[in-house]
């Protein structure tokens, strides 16, 4: 049974810092691409970023470049999100997702197989 579970979600205030990170079992994990999407109220889910085997091999939205980082850990089977300089609009539900290795990182829900439950991160300002 796969298993995605998202922690570290909270309340921040405007500028600050927060740490997601997803803990993944049930599937080979090496051998997936992981992503966060986000879904604020009244808006489609939107991914934020996504890795596939490093740093090297990383996708950022525009409105994160420069603020958020992913990595992985692939001893741990756990995907990371370090969010900064947040802002009110990064209020969201963030999601981790996870996807067999291909040519491409998948921008979109559906090219995710699996889902995490979210966890509500929320910026004051």
């Known amino acids: 049974q796969v298993q995605l579970v998202e922690s570290g979600g909270g309340l921040v205030q405007a500028g600050g810092s927060l740490s997601l990170s997803c803990a993944v079992s049930?599937?080979?994990?090496?051998?997936?691409?992981l992503a966060w999407f986000r879904q604020s109220l009244g808006k489609e889910r939107a991914i934020v970023a996504a890795?596939?085997?490093?740093?090297?091999?990383?996708y950022y939205t525009d409105s994160v470049k420069g603020r958020f980082t992913i990595s992985r850990d692939n001893a741990k089977n756990t995907v990371y999100l370090q969010m900064n300089s947040l802002k009110a609009e990064d209020t969201a539900v963030y999601y981790c997702?996870?996807?067999?290795?291909?040519?491409?990182?998948?921008?979109?829900?559906?090219?995710?197989?699996?889902w995490g439950q979210g966890t509500q991160v929320i910026v004051s300002s």
């Open positions: 890795i596939k085997w490093g740093p090297g091999n990383t």
């Open positions: 049930g599937l080979a994990f090496s051998v997936y691409t």
């Open positions: 997702a996870a996807r067999p290795l291909g040519y491409d990182f998948g921008y979109s829900t559906t090219d995710y197989n699996f």
